[in-house]
DNA sequence: TGAAATCAATTCATCTGATAAATCTGATGA
DNA sequence: TCATCAGATTTATCAGATGAATTGATTTCA
């Protein structure tokens, strides 16, 4: 039996990837589809799975578009497929969490407390150790840019503009004007990491945590070129963050 | 004229992907030649490029093949494909540096100089933190890996083994015994620093630089629970390493 | 009986060709 | 000059066929 593809399903383009009109793809809908569902632990995470046939009969979609969603997802480290075995999961630890994608499947089902933490914890590492770069390497265009996303976060204080994309765009120059590659993929870590946790660190506290004052202090020490200023300052900011997230998170028995 | 594929070129099977048998796929082939053109900047980084008909005429191959390919390299964050328009190298910021593959196509091309400082400087950032956190969770199990990682480097050092894979062993047991799932990815980074730079400081100062002391503190560290000197100690370490290749670049002129 | 070799069935990998959808180009007209 | 639309080009998707690799059962030999 092999003609078992392709049935008249067909049902499900568009559920909504972001806002706005960006129409998705077969392919892409598979890839997210089946990326959620991993990231959510639905198959198990060492064992064997996923068949071509399966999946096209599953979606109504012709192999081409199943085997393109399947590599698309290996190579963010989820899966590895053999010539006779299908598809298997691979082991958690090579799994990409750091890819944008990924870690957009992974925020639709993460543990809110767990997610929040281990993302802070991860920019504790090396937002600091950016920080000092950007001071020590002093590269006027790119240092400009820090205070261009500064001054966008001052007026988004004020209701000029979105505070998380303005946040997001100051700590992304930092990276950028480390002038280390390695650093630049880490972005897409803090994108995550404000839009999930500003809304919900503005509920608990009431108000913006992203302190004006703090980033103040660590484009004040970047622009001065002081290292180990700057990365203290980002140090202070970020660990701040952390413990309030930490004790609210005990007081509300926020899962 | 669409009919341009499928000419009789064939010639590219096997060119040598890693030691031993493994044989590869074509989809690979054309994968890992494009993402080693790409890193290598063979392609004007924002501008246009690659259509698929070029592809598979070059590679002899079908499309299939050819899209499975640019598939992936899209999904590595290096092409933007849309429907009429081909595929377009995207923004170097958008490339995802610390996958395995990406930094091997990198390392293919890389200046050896920018390379190991920059590899070094990241892991100044994070892995300082990844001891921490390992030393302040204290999982019984996870520990024992990372001593049994360093008892593998004790043999190592006089002749028993690979010293750098069991020099990697020890650092990705530290990432797993964080409990922080963001920093797993980073071990593909340790990897590939490792096999980069301990050949290169070995034959710049005579004699293994992983020293044996150095992460015997670091473990010493963990297990006692102490988060502040196992932060401490890695930071000594990794910053030791750093400043005793960067002198010695200069002095030999490394490029 | 047990172990190794063999063979058939199943599934992934690749190729080929065709149709649909999206985009660019240039011609047309106000 | 600019907006609009038809034609051409290219990617996206579908469909079917063949090749290659692995699994598992069967067979053969010690």
């Not at 950016?130 to 004020?158: G, P, Q, T, V, Y």
């Not at 913006?208 to 300052?233: C, Q, S, W």
Request: with cysteine; charged share 20%.
């Amino acid at each position: 039996m092999a003609g078992a593809c392709n049935t008249v399903v067909k049902t499900l383009n568009w559920a909504g990837t972001m806002a706005g009109n960006q129409t998705s793809s077969v392919t892409d809908e598979i890839t997210n589809i089946l990326g959620r569902e991993i990231l959510g632990g639905l198959f198990p995470p060492g064992a064997t799975l996923l068949g071509e046939e399966e999946i096209c009969a599953r979606f109504g979609a012709s192999r081409s578009a199943a085997r393109e969603a399947v590599k698309i997802l290996s190579a963010k480290g989820l899966l590895l497929t053999r010539p006779r075995r299908g598809s298997r999961i691979r082991p958690l630890k090579d799994w990409n969490f750091l890819d944008p994608s990924v870690l957009g499947w992974l925020r639709a089902s993460a543990t809110p407390r767990d997610f929040i933490i281990e993302l802070l914890e991860v920019r504790l590492g090396f937002e600091c150790e950016a920080a000092a770069l950007a001071a020590s390497r002093n590269k006027a265009d790119e240092i400009a840019a820090i205070r261009e996303a500064f001054e966008a976060m001052r007026a988004a204080s004020s209701g000029q503009g979105d505070p998380v994309l303005s946040d997001a765009a100051f700590h992304e120059a930092v990276l950028a004007a480390t002038g280390n590659r390695f650093f630049l993929p880490l972005s897409a870590l803090i994108h995550t990491a404000l839009q999930y946790s500003v809304p919900t660190t503005n509920a608990l506290f009431g108000h913006p945590v992203g302190d004006l004052d703090a980033h103040g202090k660590v484009l004040r020490a970047i622009e001065a070129g002081d290292a180990a200023r700057a990365r203290k300052a980002m140090h202070d900011m970020l660990s701040e963050v952390l413990a309030r997230v930490r004790t609210a998170v005990e007081l509300t028995g926020v899962t």
